[in-house]
């Protein structure tokens, strides 16, 4: 074109040249642009994934415990109630009542690795803020809320079993009913005492684990339809 002197075809020619290389490179970078959204997207639909996963798994315990611990309450009340009305010890269920003033042992997973390691990296802030707050009060607050009651309840455990229990020779349950029955006749008013006190105790575990559990419940609900809206 040059040598036929023909500029401004050659010119016309060249800008639709350049024009066409612009557009590849914009629909390129809008390709790229494209990929890592959608990486990103399924980077947070796997974290929601996890996370549900790893709550759902602290939403069984809570069951479990909110289950476990309705039955105490339950038991430990007919039982002050028996003595208070006929002002005698009510042989049902003596040994496990026993038992349960004794227990020391109490478990509770209130450690995530998964949080853990998720609290310590940038992925938690590709989330929503409304989301990260209900997550990190839920796995730093009411979960270890939940801990803490369960120490309580140890620690209450350690001391009727040292102060009470051994010494009126109450921890050995293989004897009978009516043997356990007359030891504790003798010091009735102070088996309540303790009955009382692990039912507070109980009490206290149990409100707790109903705020954790309403919590957990719609932490769940929200991280799900995050997940629905977001796909």
Request: proline fraction near 1%; charge should be negative.
């Amino acid at each position: 074109m040059l040598l036929e002197n023909k500029m401004g075809k050659y010119l016309l020619y060249a800008s639709g040249e350049i024009i066409l290389v612009v557009i590849g490179i914009l629909i390129a970078l809008q390709i790229n642009n494209w990929n890592e959204v959608r990486k990103e997207q399924r980077l947070e639909e796997q974290l929601t994934d996890l996370l549900i996963s790893d709550l759902k798994g602290k939403q069984r315990e809570h069951f479990s415990d909110l289950k476990d611990t309705k039955n105490v309450i339950k038991s430990f009340y007919k039982t002050i109630d028996y003595w208070e009305n006929e002002k005698e010890i009510d042989t049902t269920n003596l040994k496990w009542t026993l038992k349960r003033l004794g227990t020391d042992i109490y478990f509770q997973n209130e450690n995530s690795p998964l949080y853990n390691s998720l609290s310590n990296s940038d992925l938690l802030n590709q989330l929503p803020d409304s989301l990260t707050k209900q997550i990190d009060n839920m796995y730093r607050l009411k979960i270890m809320g939940v801990k803490i009651q369960l120490d309580k309840a140890t620690e209450y455990g350690t001391h009727c079993k040292l102060n009470f229990l051994v010494p009126n020779n109450l921890i050995d349950l293989n004897q009978s009913n009516l043997e356990i029955k007359k030891r504790i006749e003798s010091v009735d008013k102070e088996f309540i005492s303790y009955a009382k006190l692990f039912l507070n105790t109980c009490n206290r575990l149990n409100s707790v684990l109903e705020s954790s559990s309403l919590d957990l419940n719609k932490l769940i609900d929200d991280l799900e339809s995050y997940n629905e809206i977001e796909n």
